[in-house]
């Protein structure tokens, strides 16, 4: 433990303050550069939010967090409720979580798949339904790699979600529901006014690790979209690893990493704080 | 070990079963309104979707690539053969998977059973013996769970080409361990804390060892957690593709994770071939949680539940 994980965490720390090669103390600068200096030069600089933030990956992570976090809470949840009483359902609840048990490479390769030009149930269904002019290999292009990238994680990660909200559900008590429907309320009411708010502990938890999930993103765009075209669907941990490992610079790739494990720790420290008060 | 693979087979066929079981629907109906056909219909239309990705890539690995070049549903001709698995399992175009799939498990079952050993020990005396340090110790080891790989893989690629560990699974082996302990230990504690502490004060009484009550009291007690342990460390551990990326880089040690964009290729892709190959890397983890689906749901959810 001490050797593979709090050694390096601190020499991590340590090599994010030094300059490539020479390895001189060079403070903050490689953080200045990962921030605010590093401009990729195959990004179009005209696309604003690219050109007047440089921080082009972290801003990724965050859209990602936007996109993704909300609709795989609403997924899940949806989910977990509805399959709950349909026949069939655990086989569903199974297809469904497969995505989060085959490797994230694999779902990498399922869903540019299905966002190829030819080859594509998107671009096949897009054809049938008349606007087949869209049809186009969606990960492969600037404007559309990110989003094409964050619904495939959305498809692969509401399993997850589904899955920890049905433990959620176990634990009402049947017996709420009973006297909500003697009482005559309505599903609408009794999903809003039982099932929500009894799930609220099950949603923090649910909400913490998906955007533990979305920051340490990484298989999934090295094999859908490669960070690119361009570094348009970059993110924080593929940044880390090309800066350091393809750029052979340690010193900006340890100090994205730095960046991304005070997030990390910043959404779990607001976890352990929230689940104490709980 | 033909004993184990036998009993694991039948583990996979009792599950199959039970999931046929399953869709049998009962004779006795309740009765029918629209809403509850409205939400057979949304529950049948999510599992089509979630299921067209992975039937499109089965079909595809099981017909030729020109068949399917313009989509797997074009059923008009249809070839079956397997001449993708044989291209993927003796690497035409890049490192063979049978080699890859070999080096993955040499790494997983180890990389899994280690770390359960060492954490079962630590949280059992997490969760007996009481120190003034536990609770710090507590807090480290929730800190330690949500640390990204990224964060040490700089000075472990360092630490590793000095010792001359890269392109060796020792390292990678145990750099999965020290990753999978802080989990394990959390998982354990929690369990273990549950388990009525007094049938082991009777055998401490009766003159047994520490040692002894944990290894005839509280082990057989703990069988269903360390099933719920072995299914997750498995599947993390044969899944885990950046490790992996860094730390393996001959081309004839690399792990089964690291060949699949290997057959992206750089100019034309072969996606029956691409298919094929996914087909055998996903099938190992998918057995596993067919088989032990309970375990790896409820260790997963258990984890989450408690933070």
Redesign the interface.
Same mark, same amino acid.
Request: no cysteine; proline share 2%; net charge negative.
């Given at each position: 433990?001490a050797?593979?994980?709090l050694?390096?965490?601190v020499?991590?720390v340590y090599?994010s303050f030094l300059s490539q090669g020479k390895g001189n103390f060079v403070g903050l600068e490689n953080y200045n550069y990962v921030l605010f200096q590093k401009v990729n030069p195959l990004i179009n600089t005209a696309n604003i939010l690219q050109g007047v933030f440089p921080m082009g990956a972290l801003i990724h992570n965050i859209i990602w967090i936007g996109i993704h976090l909300p609709l795989t809470i609403l997924f899940g949840m949806f989910?977990a409720v509805?399959?709950r +009483?349909?026949? &069939?359902?655990?086989?569903?609840k199974?297809?469904?979580? #497969?995505?989060v048990?085959?490797?994230?490479?694999?779902g990498g390769?399922?869903?540019r798949?299905?966002f +190829?030009k +030819?080859?594509?149930?998107v671009n096949?269904a897009l054809r049938v339904i008349g606007l087949g002019d869209f049809a186009r290999d969606w990960t492969q292009f600037r404007d559309t790699s990110l989003f094409s990238v964050i619904l495939g994680s959305i498809?692969i990660w509401t &399993?997850?979600a589904m899955?920890?909200y049905?433990? &959620?559900l176990e634990g009402i008590p049947k017996e709420m529901y009973e006297a909500a429907s003697i009482d005559g309320a309505s599903?609408w009411k009794t999903f809003w006014r039982i099932t929500v708010p009894m799930l609220r502990s099950?949603t923090l938890?649910?909400v913490t690790?998906s955007i533990?999930w979305e920051?340490?993103i990484?298989?999934i765009v090295?094999?859908a979209t490669r960070g690119g075209p361009g570094g348009a669907s970059s993110v924080?941990?593929f940044d880390?690893?090309s800066e350091?490992?393809q750029a052979n610079n340690?010193g900006t &790739?340890?100090a994205?990493?730095?960046i991304?494990?005070l997030m990390?720790?910043g959404?779990?420290?607001y #976890?352990?704080n929230r689940?104490s008060k709980l | 070990m033909k004993a184990l693979i036998l009993a694991f087979l039948n583990r996979i066929k009792t599950s199959i079963r039970a999931f046929f079981n399953k869709i049998r629907l009962p004779t006795k109906k309740p009765k029918i309104t629209s809403s509850t056909i409205l939400a057979h219909v949304i529950a049948w239309v999510i599992a089509t979707i979630w299921l067209i990705p992975f039937l499109g890539v089965f079909i595809a690995s099981i017909r030729p690539l020109s068949e399917v070049r313009f989509g797997w549903w074009n059923l008009q001709p249809f070839t079956l053969n397997f001449n993708n698995y044989v291209d993927a399992w003796a690497g035409q175009t890049t490192s063979p998977l049978s080699t890859a799939m070999l080096n993955s498990l040499i790494v997983t079952i180890p990389a899994t059973f280690l770390p359960i050993i060492v954490s079962a020990l630590a949280a059992y005396s997490f969760a007996r013996f009481r120190s003034r340090t536990k609770d710090i110790l507590f807090l480290v080891l929730v800190l330690l769970q949500t640390i990204p790989q990224q964060m040490v893989i700089v000075p472990i690629y360092t630490l590793f080409s000095n010792l001359s560990l890269l392109n060796n699974y020792v390292g990678l082996i145990l750099l999965h361990t020290a990753f999978g302990l802080p989990w394990q230990v959390l998982f354990l504690r929690n369990f273990f804390s549950t388990l009525p502490i007094e049938v082991e004060e009777a055998a401490l009484v009766d003159g047994a060892s520490y040692f002894k009550i944990f290894r005839r009291i509280v082990l057989p007690l703990t069988l269903p957690a360390l099933a719920s342990l072995v299914s997750l460390q498995f599947v993390f551990v044969w899944n885990d593709f950046f490790f992996a990326l860094v730390t393996i880089l001959s081309p004839s040690a690399k792990l089964a994770p690291q060949i699949i964009p290997l057959l992206i290729g750089r100019y034309e892709l072969n996606f029956s071939l691409l298919a094929a190959g996914s087909v055998l890397v996903m099938i190992l983890p998918v057995a596993i949680y067919v088989a032990l689906q309970r375990y790896y749901v409820r260790g997963l959810t258990a984890g989450a539940v408690k933070g």
């Open positions: 433990m050797i593979f994980v050694y390096p965490i020499d991590t090599v989910f509805l399959l +009483d349909v026949k &069939g359902g655990t086989i569903i199974a297809i469904v979580f #497969l995505g048990v085959v490797p994230l490479v694999v390769v399922l869903f798949y299905v +190829d +030819d080859a594509g149930v096949a498809w &399993g997850f899955i920890i049905s433990a &959620g599903r099950t938890v649910v690790l533990l920051l340490k990484f298989d090295y094999v924080l941990a880390m690893y350091a490992f340690l &790739g340890a994205i990493a730095v991304l494990t990390t720790f959404v779990a420290a #976890l352990v689940m | -």
